[in-house]
């Protein structure tokens, strides 16, 4: 217990990639500009999502809540990464780690379960077309985003009381932030009873909604199968493209990082997988949902002053 007191008093040190001190100014400079997309593209989208009455529809709803959701996300994690690029500061205090743990498997979890309610949306959309909009009631889109919020949070407290109460020993996290697996490496005692629980924990929030959005899109599947013209089944494949792959790219890394044993998690593997889901995913994002969207383009043409209905 004395090494939890320490670790209270003391804080961290977050090692991040100062292994790789020549690569370090490389990092800064890319996570820079890869930052400033993600904080644009997101942004962009919400403005969008409000300004123009086109976008008032249920998948444009969840998807402004996916691209808040980004922002927080890269915001509590990214600056941080900046500092400890830069050589200024690699410390956080205990509490400062506590927060960021739980701010990060809020979101986390909240974004597990946003994706889901983005299936049910195009499941709707395409498996049932003429009761889509009695379907997807506003009232409906908006239980579903504050259940994705408040499911989230929960399932991230759970984790985090479940960590913070193991005494910790050491005070260097071989990490950018703070990760789960790399705190639990350095509990003081046996984690076997404390990972059976986090994996519970994980499996609620990760795999359940992961198997409804399979299950959701082996519907939309068939129905798409059922329609006769190609031009109709590549329109209805084309509406679901872009949530697969954004399902794919974030349940991808997630579970990587979170469904594994605590000691098969190698660090440093870990900080270039986190990258990807805490950078990369949140920037790519807005380019995927609207690189081939007709309705985002001609909003933003219309936002510019330049009305595309005529063309």
Not at 5 to 13: A, D, M, R, W
Not at 19 to 29: G, K
Not at 91 to 105: H, K, Y
Request: hydrophobic fraction near 45%; glycine fraction near 6%.
């Amino acid at each position: 217990m004395e090494s939890l007191n320490t670790s209270s008093e003391e804080g961290f040190i977050l090692v991040g990639f100062s292994d790789w001190p020549h690569l370090e100014p490389i990092f800064f400079a890319s996570i820079s500009i890869f930052y400033s997309l993600t904080l644009f593209g997101n942004t962009l989208i919400i403005i969008l999502s409000r300004l123009d009455l086109r976008l008032h529809t249920p998948m444009y709803y969840f998807l402004s809540h996916l691209s808040f959701l980004d922002l927080c996300y890269t915001a509590s994690t990214v600056p941080q990464l900046l500092v400890n690029l830069s050589g200024l500061d690699r410390t956080i205090s205990f509490g400062r780690c506590v927060a960021q743990l739980c701010i990060v498997l809020s979101l986390g979890g909240t974004e597990c379960v946003l994706l889901v309610t983005m299936a049910i949306d195009r499941y709707a959309a395409v498996c049932r077309p003429l009761h889509y909009t009695t379907i997807m009631h506003p009232l409906l889109c908006r239980a579903l985003v504050v259940f994705s919020w408040v499911g989230g949070l929960v399932n991230s407290l759970i984790q985090t009381s479940l960590v913070m109460a193991m005494p910790l020993c050491g005070h260097q996290l071989n990490h950018f932030f703070c990760e789960l697996p790399v705190l639990l490496k350095l509990a003081c005692e046996d984690t076997g009873g404390t990972e059976a629980n986090l994996f519970v924990a994980r499996v609620i929030i990760l795999v359940c909604p992961l198997v409804l959005i399979l299950g959701s899109y082996a519907h939309i599947a068939k129905a798409v199968l059922n329609i006769k013209s190609m031009a109709g089944r590549r329109k209805a494949f084309g509406t679901c493209t872009s949530h697969l792959i954004v399902v794919a790219m974030f349940y991808g890394s997630a579970i990587s990082t979170y469904l594994q044993p605590v000691h098969k998690y190698s660090e440093g593997e870990g900080k270039f997988v986190a990258l990807f889901y805490t950078i990369i995913t949140p920037m790519l994002n807005p380019l995927i949902y609207t690189l081939r969207n007709k309705d985002v383009k001609a909003a933003l043409w219309k936002v510019l002053g330049k009305d595309t209905d005529s063309r």
